[in-house]
């Protein structure tokens, strides 16, 4: 894992406060709503089929999180993907990891249809996505734990 950029911190503050920006200009029925439920529940469909099709590995509860392992790498990227409440992933499912996803989890539930749009709209960069700096960057893997700020 190479060092982040020196400004990394200063990078997320920056996306978070857009991200807070951003969710401003959502109308409020649509988050944390039966509308976003909705789009949870969809999620966590796709992810169940999408999982249940390609994993060749153990599937389990963790949380309320359901681990899918096994999955070829094509399926997904980096170390997984989280769709609804389904962690999708080949076996990358250490403690951090998992409490990462599980945050992902929480941002389905909140905002539903909209997460994929607005996760694609963040952006691929981890470190300017605020979706990974909520869930948390050390615990997913894009920032070693020697480069966070020891508060």
């Given at each position: 894992?190479?060092?982040?950029?020196?400004?990394?911190?200063?990078?997320?503050?920056?996306?978070?406060?857009?991200g807070?920006r951003?969710?401003?200009?959502?109308?409020?029925?649509?988050l944390?709503?039966?509308?976003?439920?909705?789009?949870?529940?969809?999620?966590?469909?796709?992810?169940?089929?999408?999982?249940?099709?390609?994993?060749?590995?153990?599937?389990?509860?963790?949380d309320?999180?359901?681990?899918?392992?096994?999955?070829?790498?094509?399926?997904?990227?980096?170390g997984?993907?989280?769709?609804?409440?389904?962690?999708?992933?080949?076996?990358?499912?250490?403690?951090?990891?998992?409490?990462h996803?599980?945050?992902?989890?929480r941002?389905?539930?909140?905002?539903?249809?909209?997460?994929?749009?607005?996760?694609?709209?963040?952006?691929?960069?981890?470190?300017?996505?605020?979706?990974?700096?909520?869930?948390?960057?050390?615990?997913g893997?894009y920032?070693?734990?020697?480069?966070?700020?020891?508060s």
């Open positions: 894992m190479s060092a982040p950029p020196a400004d990394w911190e200063a990078q997320a503050e920056r996306a978070l406060a857009r807070r951003v969710d401003r200009w959502i109308p409020s029925f649509l944390d709503s039966p509308i976003s439920d909705l789009g949870f529940y969809w999620g966590t469909a796709v992810g169940m089929i999408w999982g249940g099709l390609l994993s060749t590995g153990r599937v389990e509860n963790v309320r999180l359901l681990v899918f392992r096994g999955l070829p790498s094509w399926a997904y990227r980096r997984g993907v989280c769709v609804g409440r389904c962690y999708l992933t080949g076996n990358n499912v250490s403690a951090p990891v998992l409490a996803e599980a945050v992902h989890a941002q389905w539930r909140r905002y539903g249809f909209l997460m994929p749009v607005l996760y694609a709209l963040a952006g691929r960069n981890a470190l300017r996505n605020r979706f990974e700096i909520e869930a948390g960057l050390v615990q893997g920032v070693h734990a020697r480069y966070a700020r020891k």
